[in-house]
């Protein structure tokens, strides 16, 4: 397994790196990754390159026997470059130009960035394609980052080329955006603007169509430097991606371009919040549904202009721990020694600022240590398959561009049924609208608001075919165009479900509204609640699970369930709170006949498992600060402790285990 740094020898004097290299070793660290920010030292006047520093740097870190991810440096372009070429920077949606100072200011559609890109790309492949310490390699730095979208003349033109290609006509074009509303219908390619400031609110198929758009420019940028480095024969090509908070692009269509799948976890911001860092991991392995790599992983307090709390004792190794139990193959801390000079001097790595070992540089070499034991036990081991969570970038920008609701929010509604689900203890894949459901007894949509007839199908064969689905609010309402549908809601989906939405109530996001359940009352009560949204329903086959009371529609359905085939198509009209989706979460799973990895635990304690050739590894992680004990069943091996352990598990304020066991035990 790798277990890594990230390291800047470019920031650090020479007679440094030996020093650097010796403590990495005794950590346990066996991999850097280096030079993704380093473009002005590599070129630093164009044409002339200067790899030698980056050569003996390496050679450094092979006397430990450190090997390295190389990285393309293009998220920063040094200063001469945009000097020469300022044609290369983005425009913001205001039509102000963005100046050099900052970094990732290029806009990834320009063609002149494009070919320095390939060039620099190109220099570096035919210096190090073939270098044997080199592992992998990473392209540019966290995609998207800054200045997600451009609205430059150059990006206007490639915009209507996309849409030319994408729809074969402006008549198409015209239809498809209903450009007859307001009078917008487009006689010439040109005519078509950018949903810039200077529009105001723009047409939502025309919105959503430019966030597509984007994505796939970026997407293309991409795809140009791996075909640079493929000439060259490398053949393991990634780049660090920005888990689930970060929506700019469609990582789905993005990761299937790369060989495997990195991100960057930094967990500080909402520690208090494990599901949301679970969820961030479900995704990235679910892009290409495999195991995966952190390539920055939080070192220490973090910050620009202010510093976050310090991770607690045992955060660091809990946090590290928390990505491989979720499928990470491999752990790269960011950074190895906080930096002196320039914008992150407050983002600490392993290192404080003087170099110096300390509490955290032990905390992760106590880690280095258990890796080590752990040998290549967990390589390539993945979760078991029960229940999936459908992500959708449309639905992403559709909601963004148009909440529909004060206060909706499509990853705080996301997150919620997610929530629900990990605190559970039940393994949860993140998927795409259009993933083969097969595999699944359960399938969760905490909404599906643009929908194609593929993905109508793909969730009717599911449940025909004995799969339970539960489809949240607002499901249906678009096609993919974003145009409204125009049938019931939720459109295509009404069959399956067996309702028809009978009206809408727009609650806003400081209302709420109470629902009764009847013959669930056992796992939900009599006042459960929603917020924010109200589908009132009216059952075209399915059942009534709750009704809303103390509204004007009191009594109306707000929960259904209709049996198709042999399995179940649940509504949820509301969206729910934390205690609902928890509740709905609970009778889902026994619907789905789907059985906890653990039976009883106590909150605050995650659990997850990796299977592999007949073994199961069972993760505990303790999130909080307190000692807990965990009742199993059974006995298992701690692969950590290297004991066996029947009854229960003791674990330590932020402490792991990691328990070993067949799979038929």
């Known amino acids: 397994m790798f277990y890594g740094a990230d390291y800047y020898p470019e920031h650090w004097p020479r007679e440094r790196w030996e020093r650097d290299a010796e403590l990495m070793a005794k950590a346990g660290i066996n991999v850097v990754r280096l030079a993704e920010f380093a473009w002005a030292k590599m070129e630093p006047e164009p044409g002339r390159y200067t790899f030698d520093w980056l050569d003996e740097a390496l050679d450094v870190l092979a006397q430990q026997d450190i090997q390295a991810v190389m990285c393309t440096p293009t998220a920063t372009p040094p200063a001469w470059l945009c000097q020469q070429y300022p044609e290369i920077l983005a425009v913001e949606r205001d039509g102000q130009r963005v100046a050099f100072g900052m970094r990732r200011q290029y806009c990834p559609t320009s063609a002149r960035y494009r070919e320095l890109s390939r060039q620099i790309t190109a220099a570096l492949a035919e210096r190090y394609a073939d270098h044997p310490r080199i592992v992998a390699w990473q392209l540019d730095n ?36 209903g450009t007859a509303f307001w009078s917008h219908i487009y006689t010439a390619w040109d005519q078509i603007p950018l949903p810039t400031d200077a529009v105001g609110t723009s047409n939502p198929g025309l919105e959503l169509d430019f966030y ?7 997407g293309s940028y991409a795809q140009e430097q791996i075909d640079v480095l493929r000439a060259h024969g490398v053949t393991s090509i990634t780049t660090n991606l920005m888990g689930f908070g970060f929506a700019e692009i469609n990582y789905f269509d993005l990761a299937a371009r790369l060989d495997f799948t990195t991100w960057d976890n930094y967990p500080i911001g909402i520690q208090d919040d494990p599901a949301s860092i679970a969820a961030a991991h479900g995704l990235m392995r679910g892009l290409r549904d495999e195991p ?11 910050g620009w202009q202010v510093m976050s709390p310090a991770p607690k004792p045992g955060q660091l ?3 590290a ?31 404080d600022h003087h170099g110096r070992p300390g509490r955290r540089y032990d905390e992760i070499a106590r880690m280095g240590a258990e890796v080590r034991r752990l040998q290549d036990g967990l390589q390539d081991a993945m979760p078991p398959k029960a229940a999936a969570i459908i992500l959708s970038y449309d639905d992403r920008w559709a909601l963004r561009l148009q909440p529909n609701a004060y206060g909706l929010s499509y990853n705080e509604l996301w997150l919620t049924y997610y929530r629900a689900l990990h605190k559970l203890g039940v393994p949860l894949d993140v998927v795409p609208p259009d993933a083969d459901l097969s595999r699944y007894a359960l399938v969760v949509a905490p909404t599906l608001h643009v929908v194609s007839d593929v993905y109508a199908e793909s969730l009717s064969t599911h449940v025909q075919q004995g799969g339970h689905l539960v489809l949240g609010a607002r499901s249906g309402v678009k096609d993919m165009m974003n145009r409204v549908v125009n049938q019931p809601l939720p459109g295509l989906l009404a069959d399956l479900c067996g309702v028809e939405v009978a009206e809408y109530d727009a609650l806003g996001s400081k209302a709420s509204v109470r629902v009764a359940f009847a013959q669930e009352a056992e796992y939900i009560g009599d006042h459960a609640v929603g917020h924010t949204w109200a589908d009132i329903l009216k059952p075209r086959g399915a059942r009534t699970l709750a009704t809303y009371t103390g509204t004007f529609y009191e009594g109306e359905p707000a929960i259904t369930t209709h049996h198709v085939g042999t399995g179940t198509a649940t509504y949820v009209g509301v969206l729910p709170d934390q205690d609902l989706a928890d509740a709905l979460a609970r009778w889902a799973t026994e619907q789905a006949g789907i059985v906890p990895l653990l039976q009883d635990k106590p909150a605050g304690v995650e659990v997850a498992a990796r299977d592999k050739a007949g073994q199961r590894f069972l993760f505990l992680l303790n999130h909080t600060g307190e000692s807990q004990s965990v009742p199993i069943a059974g006995s298992y091996r701690d692969l950590l402790a290297d004991v066996v352990i029947r009854g229960s598990v003791p674990l330590a304020p932020y402490d792991v285990a990691i328990l070993k066991t067949g799979l038929g035990a």
Do not use: K
């Open 142 to 177: 966290e995609f998207g980052g800054h200045h997600p979208r451009c609205y430059c003349p150059e990006c206007a033109d490639a915009f209507h080329t996309w849409l030319q290609e994408r729809y074969g006509s402006l008549d198409a074009v015209n239809d498809a955006w």
């Open 212 to 218: 597509r758009f984007t994505s796939d420019q970026w």
């Open 292 to 302: 995966f790599w952190i390539m920055e992983e939080q070192a220490g307090p973090s």
């Open 317 to 319: 190794r809990l946090w």
């Open 321 to 351: 721990y928390q990505a491989m139990a979720h499928g990470a193959n491999a752990i790269v801390y960011f950074r190895w020694r906080t930096c002196r000079a320039g914008v992150e001097e407050w983002w600490h790595g392993i290192l």
